[in-house]
């Protein structure tokens, strides 16, 4: 059993930042992948980015690349998510989620089998 608690969400101004993390505990799984997804109310939940554990590798929904950055912290069990230029779009309720494995598929929420019980996101334009 893996457990995700987030933290970090918040008010902010069109144009501003926000910082996002993901706190793990229990089992962990060390080729899996860790993810940041994203509802908005009356819309399914999006893929934001996912980062693999082990290895560093990243992948981003082209709606925020550039401008958000995924990184985690092993010896903490943490993921952040670092979001810049933050737009009205963007609010939304943000999930973390764990996963056993990473590869080209970890952009679907079927993939992932732990989730965190989110951080609200608004940004005012």
């Known amino acids: 059993q893996v457990q995700l608690v987030e933290s970090g969400g918040g008010l902010v101004q069109a144009g501003g930042s926000l910082k996002l993390s993901c706190a793990a505990s229990?089992?962990?799984?060390?080729?899996?992948?860790m993810g940041w997804f994203r509802q908005a109310p009356g819309k399914a939940r999006e893929f934001v980015a996912t980062?693999?554990?082990?290895?560093?590798?990243?992948y981003y929904a082209d709606s925020v690349k550039g401008r958000f950055t995924i990184s985690r912290d092993n010896a903490k069990n943490t993921v952040y998510l670092q979001m810049n230029s933050l737009k009205p779009e963007d609010t939304a309720v943000y999930y973390c989620?764990?996963?056993?494995?990473?590869?080209?598929?970890?952009?679907?929420?079927?993939?992932?089998?732990?989730w965190g019980q989110g951080t609200q996101v608004t940004v005012s334009s």
């Open positions: 980062i693999s554990w082990s290895g560093g590798s990243t």
């Open positions: 989620a764990c996963g056993q494995h990473f590869g080209p598929s970890s952009d679907s929420p079927h993939e992932y089998d732990y």
């Open positions: 229990g089992r962990t799984f060390s080729s899996g992948a």
